[in-house]
């Protein structure tokens, strides 16, 4: 068999269906926490839940940044693989 060398092998890159998982728990983790903050100073303040509204909106702003960053990474990499070719 003609393989290369372990040493000469290009570290993987996360696959599409991880790079998917990870963003799904990190969207799902940064909507629970901003929500609960939220919700947290509404029971402090005793708001009506104005606060835990923002939270969320909060989570889903930074769920939006992840994905932006996800696509960006995944089109460099396309792009990557493009030019190798």
């Known amino acids: 068999m ?12 996360p696959s599409r269906k991880y790079q998917a998982v990870a963003f799904g728990y990190t969207f799902a983790a940064g909507m629970f926490v901003f929500t609960m903050i939220g919700y947290y100073i509404d029971k402090k303040r ?17 769920g939006g940044y992840e994905l932006w960053k996800l696509v960006r990474q995944i089109s460099m990499q396309d792009e990557k693989e493009n030019e190798e070719k």
Not at 4 to 11: D, G, R, S
Not at 47 to 62: K, P, Q, V
């Open 2 to 13: 003609t393989s290369e060398p372990e040493h000469n092998k290009k570290p993987s890159e």
């Open 46 to 62: 005793g708001g009506d839940g104005g606060w835990t509204l923002a939270g969320m909106f909060l989570g889903l702003g930074y």
